[in-house]
């Protein structure tokens, strides 16, 4: 009776996700299968056999992947020393980690254009210190939207980490050090496997927040191309609904790929769960 309870709880948000989500999605996936009534894969063979298709679906991979790495190296450092600070610290640091959250996308993408850019406050006060000769090609490239994504996305790395790292005992560490360990070795150890439920959680909800960005991209990224602005083309420009929901089900299993490829390695990285 209690069980019943339980599921009769979870019914309206089981329908919820059915109705506008799944149901959504198989429909724009089963769609890709057939074109003017007849089965086919010949979008899925456009996608995977243009040079100029791949290379969009290389470049975003290339920014995701590397967004990605540089959240978990900035962030795990930062997540770990907010972790070990009293409450007041901690939760000082935290609104602050929090509060690019709290402004839409689009604002922070032109701020980074205005720094960005060839008149702008990074170029100049390089070329007024003599440390270039020329402006820097950094904005409407690939590495301005990593730059944007990262800012985008670090907050969730570090708010995933510091729930994690918090709750490990500290004297887990000081028992490593007793036994011979020195502190970079406790700490690489102990904390480091201790924290790979938060480190995959966050890595997965950075990588595929970046994989499906679309403003960011759009406005730092110019005519660089990733896979949710080719979407867009497609799909509002072109109207060319069909190939866009290929794309749209190329990223699907792109991001069930890395869920299942980062399970994986946190199975690997931690045996014991």
């Known amino acids: ?19 506008f989500m799944v149901i959504p999605i198989v429909m724009t996936i089963a769609s890709t299968f057939y074109q003017e009534g007849s089965f086919t894969i010949q979008g899925y063979l456009q996608f995977l056999t243009d040079a100029y298709f791949l290379k ?18 900035i962030g795990f450092p930062a997540a770990y020393y907010i972790s070990k600070l009293g409450p007041r ?31 702008g406050l990074l170029n100049s006060s390089l070329l007024a210190i003599g440390l270039i000769d020329k402006p820097l090609e950094i ?8 730059i944007g ?56 909800l950075v990588f595929v ?8 991209p759009a406005l730092l990224g110019g005519k660089q191309r990733v896979i949710s602005t080719f979407l867009y ?6 109207n060319d609904w069909h190939l866009a929901s290929v794309i749209a ?3 699907i299993v792109i991001t069930f790929v890395v869920i299942y490829f980062m399970n994986k390695l946190a199975t690997k990285l931690n045996p014991k769960g």
Not at 56 to 65: A, D, G, K, N, P
């Open 1 to 19: 009776m209690r069980k019943t309870g339980l599921y009769l709880l979870l019914l309206p948000g089981v329908l919820f996700l059915t109705l």
């Open 56 to 73: 969009i679906m290389l470049t975003t991979l290339q920014v995701s992947l590397v967004t990605t790495i540089a959240c978990v190296l």
């Open 89 to 119: 610290k901690k939760g000082i640091l935290l609104a602050l980690a929090i509060f690019p959250l709290l402004t839409s996308s689009v604002v922070r993408s032109f701020s980074w254009m205005i720094i960005l850019g060839k008149k």
């Open 139 to 146: 904005l409407y490239t690939p590495t301005a939207m990593m």
């Open 149 to 204: 994504l990262i800012h985008l996305f670090l907050p969730l790395i570090i708010i995933t980490l510091v729930g994690v790292m918090e709750n490990i005992d500290p004297d887990l560490l000081k028992a490593a050090e007793s036994l011979g360990a020195s502190k970079l070795t406790a700490f690489w150890k102990v904390i480091v496997p201790l924290s790979v439920p938060g480190l995959i959680i966050g890595s997965i």
């Open 209 to 216: 927040g970046s994989l499906t960005a679309y403003t960011t």
């Open 233 to 238: 083309q497609n799909a509002i420009t072109l």
């Open 249 to 251: 089900t190329i990223m």
